[in-house]
């Protein structure tokens, strides 16, 4: 049987911290307790005006809203000089003017483990910018609805990972808001599970869920990239068990100094249990950084950070009839493919795309893949299916995630950028089909669904294969959804067409 190693982190940390944790005074019951600071001083300035500035900075840097209808955001949660410009990355995807019902904030327990979670209902949190209102109203009623939810004074006082989240807050909403802090103390899946039943309600376009996490913990630079990459794969799959399984293949690889790739990973899988069944869901990718980046990081031991957000879209929209992409907007979305690849290589950073210059057609919302090619043979693809946000932005993320985030390579490095060829692989609409003497091969890709499970192929694959048509249902059932050679006979298969066009000069 294969060991959870990756909860060893986690639990050795909760003992150490708990030994030092001493309970808040209870108070009368009915009389409001406000949560004093903790962090303040510590994780980010205890002065409200240094506070202020250095959030000015932190937001001037970060990454520009790239998504809409916002519902969940991961968020990284240490020392503001270390991950700060990755969490205002996170909250500057959220819209400032917006008047949310409540926010409820999940993070895991860094200093006590218990069964449940624990929700601070006694009075509001206080931070160096004033008061951030707790909804303990809804709190209590979570409390009633099960057990598992509880008030646990020394899982709260010492705990910075929901507190150093609600500056941001407080700079960035134009609007009053109230939040459900909620500290996880649980290590147990099904726990998370349960937990996440009772939050799903809650969770829609009226309520925003920051996730409080950071990501690898005490690599080598080298070896954080590379981890984080295949974390942060494993949660853009929006599937909880890709989650638990690559949180124990990272300690089972065996990497130095790696205590844990995911903090907050009970936090993160509980957001997942209200996403994963949710076809609406996107999960987009905003930036990364670790420890290492910044001045004063040690590269030798570094802690990651992720920014990445999760969108409740409506339902596919079909591309207009008229659409069609001429050469001239072939060559943009090729040449914006290749900048972002060498700017995110490089630098970290997202190349700004001046739209202004672009077709119509080119800003139309459509699916698209993004293949990496190396002296002919494949070196990354990844793609998205849902027609939610211009082309040449999902050209964007996709080039990013075929070149860093395909878990069957390693991310691609500065040195392989000029031999690469890029392809694009432009979607339409998928359509559901009731035989497969629907699908024309060359023509056609197929999407295979069964339950949580799902895989596909491009068109082109059947061409480069020379597979008949069971072949190539075959494979992409056994190979790519998971679900075995004859999965497909009882699962759903949807179609769609790509218009393929490529640096060298091939298309389809």
């Not at 002065?47 to 916002?70: H, I, M, Q």
């Not at 990973?265 to 990364?288: E, F, G, R």
């Not at 070149?403 to 432009?426: K, Q, Y």
């Not at 089909?433 to 056609?444: A, K, Q, T």
Request: with cysteine.
């Amino acid at each position: 049987m294969r060991t959870n190693r990756f909860f060893s982190f986690s639990i050795i940390a909760l003992m150490f911290f708990n030994t030092q944790c001493s309970s808040q005074d209870k108070g009368p019951a009915e009389q409001p307790v406000n949560r004093q600071p903790y962090a303040a001083g510590k994780f980010y300035p205890g002065n409200a005006g240094e506070l202020r500035t250095e959030l000015k900075d932190l937001f001037s840097l970060a990454v520009p809203k790239k998504t809409d209808n916002v519902v969940a955001i991961i968020c990284p949660h240490a020392g503001y000089i270390f991950s700060g410009e990755v969490a205002a990355s996170s909250y500057d995807q959220i819209d400032r003017s917006k008047t949310y019902k409540n926010i409820f904030i999940l993070a895991s327990s860094h200093v006590k483990y218990f069964d449940g979670a624990s929700i601070y209902t006694r009075g509001d949190y206080i931070t160096p910018l004033g008061a951030v209102r707790v909804n303990r109203e809804l709190g209590k009623e979570l409390m009633t609805k099960s057990k598992l939810f509880m008030f646990d004074s020394e899982a709260d006082a010492y705990e910075h990972s929901v507190e150093v989240q609600l500056p941001f807050l407080q700079y960035i909403l134009k609007q009053d808001f109230s939040i459900v802090p909620i500290i996880l103390g649980t290590q147990d899946p099904g726990t998370c599970r349960t937990i996440a039943g009772i939050l799903k309600p809650y969770l829609n376009s009226d309520n925003l869920f920051v996730i409080s996490t950071d990501f690898s913990h005490y690599p080598a630079y080298r070896d954080a990239v590379t981890v984080d990459s295949i974390t942060a794969h494993a949660v853009l799959k929006n599937s909880t068990e890709a989650l638990l399984t690559t949180l124990n293949d990272n300690a089972e690889r065996g990497i130095q100094q790696l205590a844990t790739s995911m903090c907050g990973w009970t936090s993160v899988l509980t957001l997942l249990y209200m996403t994963q069944d949710n076809p609406n869901i996107t999960i987009t990718p905003i930036q990364y950084m670790n420890s290492g980046d910044g001045p004063y990081g040690d590269k030798s031991r570094v802690v990651g950070y992720e920014s990445i957000v999760f969108s409740l879209n409506k339902p596919t929209s079909e591309v207009a009839p008229e659409f069609r992409l001429t050469e001239e907007d072939k060559m943009d979305l090729l040449a914006i493919a290749r900048n972002t690849i060498k700017e995110y290589i490089r630098d970290r950073k997202m190349y700004d795309v001046d739209d202004s210059k672009l077709s119509d057609n080119v800003k139309t919302p459509c699916g698209a893949f993004v293949t990496l090619y190396k002296n002919g043979d494949l070196r990354g693809c990844i793609g998205q299916f849902s027609a939610t946000e211009p082309l040449y932005l999902v050209v964007q993320k996709m080039a990013i995630a075929s070149s860093t985030e395909d878990t069957r390579f390693m991310p691609v490095t500065a040195d392989e950028i000029p031999g690469l060829n890029i392809s694009i692989s432009v979607l339409t609409p998928m359509k559901k089909i009731n035989s497969i003497d629907e699908i024309v091969l060359g023509r056609d890709g197929i999407y295979i669904k069964k339950g949580f499970a799902g895989g596909t192929f491009l068109p082109q694959v059947a061409t480069e294969t020379g597979w008949t048509k069971e072949e190539f249902l075959g494979h992409c059932a056994r190979d790519k959804a998971g679900i075995g050679w004859d999965g497909w006979k009882n699962a759903d298969i949807y179609t769609y067409q790509a218009n393929v066009f490529s640096e060298n000069g091939e298309e389809k």
